[in-house]
């Protein structure tokens, strides 16, 4: 009932960027925060960044001089601007959302994109 689509993912070179974007659909009421997780092969899943509907927030410390999250409360998206990309950032990228729905009765869920491939060659 709640849709989470990403795009914007691919293949750039090292010191290049790319832009994600996340856009949730379906019966959404309204959504609390939104972010970003990554894994890479054989590591664990990390919190990239994260934005509560105030607009306040966190990146890991890896990230934080270099990606810049922003959301669209009255789109229900999120983007993550991703400038001076690193090999290391090399990803599955999901997007999640904590959706707040009201029917059948009021609940507060997360849902989550499907992912979304980054890959920075050196």
Do not use: H
């Amino acid at each position: 009932q709640v849709q989470l689509v990403e795009s914007g993912g691919g293949l750039v070179q090292a010191g290049g960027s790319l832009r994600l974007s996340c856009a949730a659909s379906g019966s959404i009421f309204s959504i609390n925060d939104m972010g970003w997780y990554r894994q890479a092969p054989g590591k664990q899943r990390e919190l990239v960044a994260t934005i509560n509907r105030g607009g306040s927030t966190d990146y890991a410390d890896s990230v934080k001089d270099r990606f810049t999250i922003s959301r669209e409360n009255d789109k229900n998206t999120v983007s993550l601007q991703m400038n001076n990309l690193k090999p290391e950032d090399t990803a599955v990228y999901y997007c999640y959302a904590e959706v707040v729905r009201l029917r059948p009765v009021p609940k507060t869920e997360v849902y989550w994109g499907q992912g979304t491939q980054v890959t920075v060659s050196s």
